[in-house]
C-alpha cells in the first residue's frame, strides 16, 4: 500500500496569511492526488484533483503543486472559514489518505 | 448533487449492518463509489470501492473479509454490508462518488454513525 504523510499536522496563522501544507508518497504517484477540506460534523469536500486542477466553485484561493512523491497545498490570504482539517489522497494504486493538517485561524 | 446515507447504527460484537447510499441530483450509474471511514479523531480510512457499471469492487487489504458492497442502479443506491462486528469498527462510515477517472471523491454522503457495543 502507498503511505501518505502531511506536514506539518496542525498550524496556526492569521486572516490573509499564506499557508502551505506538505504531503509526501511512499512512492511515485505521479499526479495522481486529490485534497480534501473536512470541517468538524461534515464530510470531506474536494479541492484539488490531479494534484492542481481547482474543482468547480472552489475559491481560487487554494491551489495544488507536485508530481512524483511531493505535494503542495497553498492557501493564500486565508480567510476565517478555512478554519479546517486539511487531507491529501493518492489515487495512483487503490486509495489512501494522509493522516490530516489541522489549519486554525489566530 | 448530493448522497444520502441511512441512519445510525447501534449493534453488539459479531453482528452485521448494512449502510445505504441513495444518489440524488445525478446518476451513479458513471461512477465509482468508494467507502471510507473515519473514527473519531482519527484520519479516513478508504475502504474500498465499486465501479457501478459493472459491479467490480476493490477493497484495502485491512478490509478484504468482512465487508461487501452492491449496488442497486435501479434504484441510485449503493449499499456497504459489514459482518462479524468488532468494538474498533466503531466510526463514521461514508460513501463518495468518484465520477471521472481519478478526478477525485466529488460527491459525498453525510455520514453514518456505527457504533459497536455490548
Known amino acids: 500500500d502507498i503511505q501518505m504523510t502531511q506536514s506539518p499536522s496542525s498550524l496556526s496563522a492569521f486572516v490573509g496569511d499564506r499557508v502551505t501544507i506538505t504531503c509526501r508518497a511512499s512512492?511515485?504517484?505521479?499526479?495522481?492526488l486529490s485534497w480534501y477540506q473536512q470541517k468538524p460534523g461534515e464530510a470531506p469536500k474536494l479541492l484539488i484533483y490531479?494534484?492542481?486542477s481547482l474543482q468547480s466553485g472552489v475559491p481560487s484561493r487554494f491551489s495544488g503543486s507536485g508530481s512524483g512523491t511531493v505535494f503542495t497545498l497553498a492557501i493564500s490570504n486565508l480567510h476565517p472559514e478555512d478554519s479546517a482539517t486539511y487531507f491529501c489522497?493518492?489515487?495512483?494504486?487503490?486509495?489512501?489518505f494522509g493522516q490530516g493538517t489541522k489549519v486554525e485561524i489566530k | 448533487k448530493q448522497l444520502v446515507q441511512s441512519g445510525p447504527e447501534v449493534q453488539g460484537p459479531g453482528a452485521s449492518v448494512r449502510v445505504s447510499c441513495r444518489a440524488s441530483?445525478?446518476?451513479?450509474?458513471?461512477?465509482?463509489v468508494h467507502w471510507v471511514r473515519q473514527a473519531r479523531g482519527q484520519r479516513l480510512e478508504w475502504i474500498g470501492w465499486?465501479?457501478?457499471?459493472?459491479?467490480?469492487?476493490k477493497f484495502a487489504q485491512k478490509f478484504q473479509d468482512r465487508f461487501i458492497f452492491s449496488v442497486d442502479r435501479s434504484a441510485g443506491t449503493a449499499y456497504m454490508e459489514l459482518n462479524n462486528l468488532r468494538s474498533d469498527d466503531t466510526a463514521v462510515y461514508y460513501c463518495?462518488?468518484?465520477?471521472?477517472?481519478?478526478?477525485?471523491?466529488?460527491?459525498w454522503g453525510q455520514g453514518t454513525t456505527v457504533i459497536v457495543s455490548s
Open positions: 489522497q493518492q489515487s495512483y494504486n487503490t486509495r489512501s
Open positions: 441530483g445525478f446518476t451513479i450509474d458513471y461512477s465509482a
Open positions: 512512492e511515485s504517484i505521479s499526479n495522481y
Open positions: 490531479s494534484a492542481s
Open positions: 463518495a462518488a468518484e465520477r471521472g477517472d481519478s478526478t477525485g471523491m466529488d460527491v
Open positions: 465499486i465501479v457501478v457499471g459493472s459491479g467490480y469492487t
